[in-house]
């Protein structure tokens, strides 16, 4: 078989074992890699360069960073930030986190966005009794449209300025992207509000994560206590647990307002079944239930082995629903020196982030291990398989050959047709590879395009960098989507369910709008 037939053979296959969904998706993308190499279409070094990817490793620090902002309380603060000021309603909540979302998108780019807003958006929902799964596809796709509002929201965006210059064109200018930028955050915002409750599925979330505050208030009620019963700050917490069977405190002498035989931990109050053991001493029975006060350190220590108590809600995950808990400073500091870094391009992207989760664990916010679990591996197993594909293509001509197709079957019909057709096939390819590697596919192929046609690359390029962002129909189709499919509970179909309007938008934007703002005779 020809390395071309080869290619898209792969490809094909890959496809549908994406869409059937039996096998795991890092799995399907390690055999695209290996496949490649087997076929003997890369060698073996390009096959797996996509484990060594810049883009991986970046992507891989992301998810680092975005386990700090939890654990140290900034989500939680933000989110209450957030409520306060938009209420729980859904359409002002909706509006105001999807253009949070692409304002920060347009300068640290869709996966950095998306991986910090994830928590914020989770929490928020639960908060104003909403299903995260009418709100993360939402944040992925305004996420999408904030890319275009300047040069850093995506690497297309620079691939195709520097395209542009080579062409013997000009750069674009940092914030000239905003002029197609801007219609599409405002349309994206218009079809969520509109019918993303139509279109897009009720699945709660497996594990939501804690509220503290309302964990409190319930805790209050349940053990009759006052206000002041219960302290919860940055250093000092709380832990509902239960006496399990041959817990070895059944018998102990227990009574509200006495220490622990450690020494570390306050007994609040007890309950067995409805009733509260208040004011006389207690023997302790399989079944009982504390309330424990402490600091979160020592409550996390002596809940842990499960031996003495069964805790309730973990400490560990109820410290990091403190606003601004232990650490909060440190893991701005180092969030703000990321951003500039990426904002300046002083380091290379997957440097700057790096830097930031390497930071994060010698200033102690998180540990080496939190570090590691942190990471959705399947993400990055997934990109890292799927880079070579876009190596491919370009190494066996197979991109070539839908450049030489394009101009054979709209060459004779204007620049608007063809523009039309590139937008196209690059919707089509976007989503099923890496809007990164969709771009560099067909940045030759619309340099050619113009060139053949004799007028201005200009449109071509900025129509592939808005087409190149509409990865909206996969789940694979770009990291960002892929982040939210576990908490969102989504299902392939959703996608392509929720993301055909906003094909629509883009490819509207791309067509018509583009040529309007950068005509193709100047």
Not at 181 to 195: D, E, R, S, W
Not at 418 to 440: K, P
């Amino acid at each position: 078989m020809e390395p071309i037939a080869t290619v898209f053979t792969i490809l094909a296959v890959a496809v549908v074992a994406f869409i059937t969904n039996r096998i795991p998706l890092g799995v399907i993308a390690i055999g695209v890699s290996l496949s490649l190499f087997l076929t003997g279409v890369l060698d073996l070094g390009s096959a797996l360069a996509g484990f060594g990817d810049p883009t991986v490793l970046f992507i891989a620090s992301l998810f680092v960073i975005s386990e700090a902002l939890q654990a140290s309380g900034v989500i939680a603060w933000a989110g209450q930030q957030v409520i306060a000021r938009a209420g729980t309603k859904r359409i002002p909540l909706v509006i105001v986190l999807c253009l949070l979302t692409a304002l920060v998108t347009a300068l640290i780019s869709v996966n950095g966005s998306v991986a910090a807003f994830l928590p914020l958006i989770v929490v928020v929902a639960m908060r104003a009794g909403i299903a995260p799964s009418q709100m993360l596809l939402p944040l992925a796709f305004s996420a999408h449209a904030g890319s275009m509002l300047a040069l850093t929201g995506t690497p297309v965006n620079i691939l195709v300025s520097e395209a542009a210059a080579e062409s013997g064109a000009r750069p674009l200018g940092y914030f000239e992207f905003a002029l197609v930028g801007l219609p599409l955050v405002t349309g994206a915002a218009l079809i969520i509000v509109f019918l993303g409750p139509r279109l897009l599925p009720v699945r709660h979330a497996e594990a939501a994560p804690v509220d503290m505050q309302r964990l409190a208030e319930l805790l209050r009620r349940d053990y009759d206590l006052s206000h002041s019963d219960i302290s919860v700050t940055a250093n000092r917490g709380v832990a509902e647990v239960v006496i399990p069977p041959r817990s070895p405190l059944i018998g102990m002498h227990v009574y509200p307002g006495m220490s622990t035989p450690s020494g570390d931990l306050v007994i609040i109050a007890a309950r067995r079944g409805d009733e509260r053991l208040t004011g006389r001493k207690t023997a302790l029975r399989a079944g009982d239930v504390l309330l424990l006060d402490g600091s979160w350190d020592d409550l996390s220590r002596h809940t842990s082995d499960g031996r003495e108590v069964l805790v309730v809600d973990r400490p560990d995950q109820l410290r990091r629903s403190v606003p601004l808990g232990l650490g909060a400073k440190r893991t701005l500091a180092v969030t703000a020196v990321m951003l500039v870094l990426l904002v300046t391009g002083v380091v290379p992207a997957a440097v700057a982030g790096l830097l930031a989760a390497c930071s994060l664990i010698l200033l102690r916010v998180l540990s080496p291990t939190q570090a590691y679990r942190a990471i959705s591996w399947t993400t990055v197993v997934l990109v890292a398989g799927m880079i070579p594909l876009s190596t491919a293509f370009q190494s066996t001509g197979a991109a070539q050959l839908i450049a030489d197709g394009l101009m054979s079957i709209v060459g004779g019909f204007g620049p608007t047709a063809a523009l039309a057709a590139l937008v196209l096939v690059t919707l089509v390819l976007g989503q099923l590879i890496s809007n990164t590697a969709t771009v560099l596919i067909m940045i030759p192929i619309a340099v050619a395009l113009a060139d053949g046609m004799h007028v201005s690359v200009l449109p071509f390029l900025m129509g592939l960098a808005v087409s190149g962002a509409a990865a909206f129909l996969t789940p694979v189709a770009t990291p960002a989507n892929l982040m939210v499919m576990e908490p969102g509970r989504y299902r392939f179909g959703d996608y392509t369910k929720f993301g055909l309007p906003f094909i629509a938008l883009f490819f509207t934007v791309a067509v018509f709008w583009v040529p309007v703002i950068w005509p193709f005779h100047s």
